[in-house]
């Protein structure tokens, strides 16, 4: 009988893209390919916020292929009843906000191209107010990324946060 070894060459590989299996199976984060174009998309809010309160939400854009993901787009859905108060994107990239007039956000960040083993960020920060006597609530913020050869669905993360009553 013959003994099987692993090349350390095969090896490695395997190791990284279990890796990055891994790393993309949580909500906070996707991953997704094209043409030798990975990208990952993460969404971090904090784990609480109080009613009324401004608090932060970063949204970031890995590029982690050997090419650059071209037309790179982020549309960002914060439900009702937060709102956003102000954006802070990456130089070279650019982002826009509506608020619902019953609460409720949508944030487009134009990411254009981000180069290979770059990353971008998005702060926004953002309030929401409960109803009085209103308790406490589950919220999900929503990011989906589309570029040439992403399609919407491909790349998408969510993470929640409690808002809590003051």
Not at 41 to 56: E, H, I, K, M, Y
Not at 61 to 82: C, D, E, M, S
């Amino acid at each position: 009988m013959k003994d099987f070894r692993v090349s350390r060459f095969l090896l490695l590989p395997i190791l990284v893209f279990g890796v990055l299996g891994l790393a993309g199976c949580n909500d906070e984060n996707d991953i997704t390919g094209t043409g030798g174009a990975l990208a990952t998309l993460t969404v971090d809010t904090p784990d609480s916020a109080q009613s009324g309160q401004p608090f932060n939400v970063e949204i970031r854009a890995l590029a982690i292929g050997v090419t650059n993901v071209r037309n790179g787009r982020v549309q960002v859905t914060l439900p009702t009843p937060l709102t956003v108060t102000a954006l802070d994107p990456s130089a070279g990239t650019t982002a826009t906000f509506s608020n619902s007039a019953g609460g409720g956000a949508q944030v487009t960040w134009v990411l254009n191209t981000l180069d290979s083993n770059t990353q971008s960020t998005l702060q926004i920060t953002a309030m929401g107010v409960l109803a009085p006597g209103e308790a406490a609530r589950s919220i999900t913020v929503q990011a989906v990324m589309t570029a040439d050869g992403i399609p919407a669905g491909d790349a998408d993360a969510e993470d929640a946060l409690e808002l809590r009553p003051l």
